[in-house]
């Protein structure tokens, strides 16, 4: 399973994760506000974490489905949807072992859960994502840029991928792999047609890290 245990811990000791990527409501807007009837719409998010793009997904009357290898965030999204009477089926599950049939959703979403994969299993995960997908279906990706901040020091185990991270928002969350714009072609392009690139950036603790990441959208041929 493609899975680091130590995401457990971030989401037992983080209480983050409660408001949707504003980059998705953009994207879901366009694409899909003016169907007439949402609830026809499936919709999965890998590696949804406490489920808040999900809440809203759920919220918005998309067909929400959501996996994720953490039982603990798993767990947490579930009381909260219980509470707030929404409905989202939830799994816990292996990202490259989806649990869904061929040609199934509608749109699958990533919001940095690919980043925390090697270039290879990347690409395995990226070929069980598309065969779950409908043909013209959507991908929507964001992953992190080699523009990243990833510590003053850091284990580089492959080409931009890296482990032990000192400082900076991707400490204490294990391995991550940046990409290139360059390196998206040759990794999405194998089983989407690329529809869009952008870059979202920002920096943080008065300038002194940059946050930065490609927010990619690709179609099922």
Same mark, same amino acid.
């Given at each position: 399973m493609v899975w680091n245990s130590v995401w457990d811990d971030v989401f037992r000791k983080n209480e983050w994760g409660k408001y949707p990527d504003e980059s998705l409501i953009r994207f879901v807007a366009g694409k899909y506000y003016g169907s007439p009837n949402r609830k026809n719409i499936k919709i999965l998010e890998v590696g949804c974490g406490p489920g808040a793009n999900l809440w809203y997904l759920s919220r918005e009357g998309f067909n929400a489905y959501g996996i994720d290898g953490s039982t603990e965030a798993?767990?947490?999204a579930r009381k909260r949807f219980s509470e707030e009477h929404l409905m989202v089926e939830?799994? @816990?599950?292996d990202i490259m072992k989806l649990q869904y049939p061929d040609d199934y959703f509608d749109c699958v979403v990533d919001i940095e859960c690919l980043y925390a994969?090697?270039?290879a299993n990347? %690409?395995?995960?990226?070929? %069980?994502?598309c065969r779950t997908m409908k043909p013209g279906g959507f991908?929507?990706? *964001?992953?992190?840029t080699d523009k990243?901040?990833? $510590? *003053?020091?850091?284990? %580089? @185990? $492959? #080409?931009l991928e890296?482990?032990?991270?000192?400082? $900076?928002?991707?400490a204490g969350k294990g391995f991550a792999r940046s990409m290139s714009q #360059?390196?998206?072609h040759q990794l999405y392009g194998q089983f989407f047609t690329v529809e869009q690139i952008d870059l979202h950036e920002y920096t943080r603790n008065n300038q002194t890290l940059l946050n930065s990441e490609w927010v990619i959208v690709c179609s099922k041929r």
């Open positions: 798993i767990s947490i939830l799994q @816990v599950c994969n090697s270039f990347t %690409e395995l995960i990226l070929q %069980e994502i991908l929507f990706s *964001k992953s992190i990243m901040y990833l $510590g *003053k020091q850091r284990d %580089e @185990v $492959g #080409q890296f482990n032990n991270i000192s400082d $900076g928002p991707a #360059q390196r998206i």
